[in-house]
Nanobody, 122 residues
Framework: VQLQASGGGLVQAGGSLRLSCAAS????????MGWFRQAPGEEREFVAG????????KYADSVKGRFTISRDNAKNTEYLQMNSLKPEDTAVYYC????????????????WGQGTLVTVSS
């Protein structure tokens, strides 16, 4: 599975962005997808994850109520709608995929996109 993330950019605090992650290659089978982020000087952290069916989602406490993860399996694409953005959301955002159920540990994801930069100005 190859993943291509897009949609990052510069936005003012309080604004919104929608990230996309398109999967290609060997996309058959039930795979969960997730978003992680890494700010400068910080470790990578889990942001959100979604099951193959979309019926199960997980969010980091820091983004609950502001971010929404979704997916369109017909397009092999997942999305991350980010609202009420804060400067502390500034990071490179990575999409990831794994066969099986949603987990929050990055080491459990075998497929990663290249990352897209989100910058939130105050």
């Amino acid at each position: 599975v190859q993943l291509q993330a897009s949609g990052g950019g510069l936005v003012q605090a309080g604004g919104s962005l929608r990230l996309s992650c398109a999967a290609s290659g060997r996309t058959s089978g039930s795979y969960a997808m997730g978003w992680f982020r890494q700010a400068p000087g910080e470790e990578r952290e889990f942001v959100a994850g979604i099951s193959w069916s979309g019926g199960s989602t997980k969010y980091a406490d820091s983004v609950k109520g502001r971010f929404t993860i979704s997916r369109d399996n017909a397009k092999n694409t997942e999305y991350l709608q980010m609202n009420s953005l804060k400067p502390e959301d500034t990071a490179v955002y990575y999409c990831a995929a794994r066969y099986g159920y949603v987990v929050t540990s990055g080491s459990s994801y075998g497929y990663w996109g290249q990352g897209t930069l989100v910058t939130v100005s105050s």
